[in-house]
């Protein structure tokens, strides 16, 4: 089994909400990444969390707050949007982190903020 | 220069035919290599990894890689209307959690 799930698959939000994107895998993956994609252009990461740990923040700005309450979850909780950060949100896990390994993704979260 | 460089598209392929999606990348450490492939408004999904040079083949996919020109391709034979997506390269160097994309190549195949 290979697959990753994210609830909710669409989300419209006004920029005073809080909302939460969520990411699940039973794979036993120790690697976990949160994306970001805009149409026509590749997948942007934005965190990546190892062994539940955050290891990489690519400078994303603090309205957005990654968490990983345990090796099967990820949450990334939004607050304060902006328009400009309407896009596919892609969850993704990998076996373990720091050696060359194959990133499953999600289905993604059209997110739309108004 | 940047790190994985794909030829954007679109490629028109005639039904049947053989569809040739290429990418080369610049840093010599890279050691993994993906092709994903993308259909408007969904998720990258996997369809080959390769890791030593030489060919991979799976079934209708063949993935080309030559560490020394340090490029790698991606072959699909007999090219049908449901291989029309966005294929993204991507690399992975030794140690870093992080995989690296290409901008895409848009393949388009002509019923």
């Known amino acids: 089994d290979t697959e990753v799930t994210q609830t909710p698959k669409h989300l419209v939000m006004g920029m005073t909400n809080k909302k939460s994107l969520k990411c699940e895998q039973h794979?036993?993956?120790?690697?976990m990444y949160w994306y970001k994609q805009k149409a026509k252009k590749p997948p942007e990461l934005m965190f990546v969390?190892?062994?539940?740990?955050?290891?990489i923040n690519e400078s994303v700005p603090s309205r957005f707050s990654p968490e990983c309450p345990n090796s099967s979850l990820l949450n990334l909780h939004l607050h304060a949007l902006q328009p400009e950060d309407s896009a596919l949100y892609l969850c993704?896990?990998?076996?373990?982190?720091?050696?060359?390994?194959?990133?499953?993704f999600g289905p993604g979260t059209r997110l739309l903020v108004l | 220069q940047k790190e994985v460089e794909q030829n954007s598209g679109p490629l028109s392929v005639p039904e049947g035919a053989i569809a040739s999606l290429n990418c080369t990348y610049s840093?010599?450490?890279?050691?993994?290599f993906f092709w994903y492939r993308q259909y408007s408004g969904k998720s990258p999904e996997l369809i080959m990894s390769?890791?030593?040079?030489g060919d991979k083949e799976d079934g209708r996919f063949t993935a080309q890689l030559n560490k020394a020109s340090q490029y790698v391709s991606l072959l699909i034979r007999d090219s049908q209307p449901s291989d029309s997506a966005t294929y993204l390269c991507?690399?992975?160097?030794?140690?870093?959690?992080?995989?690296?994309f290409g901008k895409g190549t848009r393949l388009h195949i002509l019923p």
């Open positions: 794979m036993g993956h120790r690697a």
């Open positions: 390769i890791y030593s040079n």
């Open positions: 991507a690399v992975i160097r030794v140690g870093d959690d992080k995989i690296i």
């Open positions: 840093d010599r450490g890279s050691q993994s």
């Open positions: 993704a896990s990998s076996q373990d982190p720091g050696y060359p390994e194959t990133q499953y």
């Open positions: 969390y190892s062994y539940e740990k955050l290891s």
